[in-house]
């Protein structure tokens, strides 16, 4: 069966979306780095995004998972992360809201702690755990994030 959105690189232009995208869905702002990303286009516009981060001790992680909220349900997420997938090999991080691991479970990821952490992607553990606490105080809703990962 035909898609009816077209995946492909992005380009300059797409900047302002991307960082439109990714901020409305309430995920990491940062690393946004354009070249790095696919997009979805759906009738004329970008409906998705996403992107693998390099981080600076060389760990990998999928970033930036972001459908606009009309397109949702329709593979666009699914079309980019293995998309994606298919040019990675090697270790992969990703960080995610806890109710998101059985969305990504299929694709190979598992829960990760401790000594399966990159030195990066546990510094960002650790600081996705300070911010769960600062916002548990604020909300009584289940907040917080978990780091999974894909073995080659």
């Not at 997009?39 to 606009?68: M, N, P, T």
């Amino acid at each position: 069966m035909e898609q009816p959105f077209r995946l492909r690189e992005a380009q300059a232009a797409d900047q302002k979306t991307i960082r439109q995208m990714v901020r409305q869905a309430r995920i990491n702002p940062f690393g946004i780095y354009w070249p790095k990303f696919l997009v979805a286009e759906l009738q004329g516009q970008i409906a998705g995004v996403g992107q693998v981060k390099i981080h600076g001790d060389g760990s990998r992680e999928l970033a930036s998972i972001a459908v606009r909220p009309e397109f949702r349900r329709q593979g666009i997420a699914t079309a980019i992360i293995e998309a994606l997938l298919a040019r990675e090999a090697g270790v992969l991080f990703l960080t995610c809201r806890w109710k998101m691991e059985g969305f990504y479970q299929p694709f190979g990821f598992r829960r990760a702690t401790g000594v399966e952490l990159s030195p990066d992607i546990a510094r960002l553990d650790r600081l996705n755990q300070r911010l769960s606490r600062l916002a548990a105080l604020v909300t009584s809703k289940p907040v917080g994030g978990i780091v999974m990962r894909r073995d080659p």
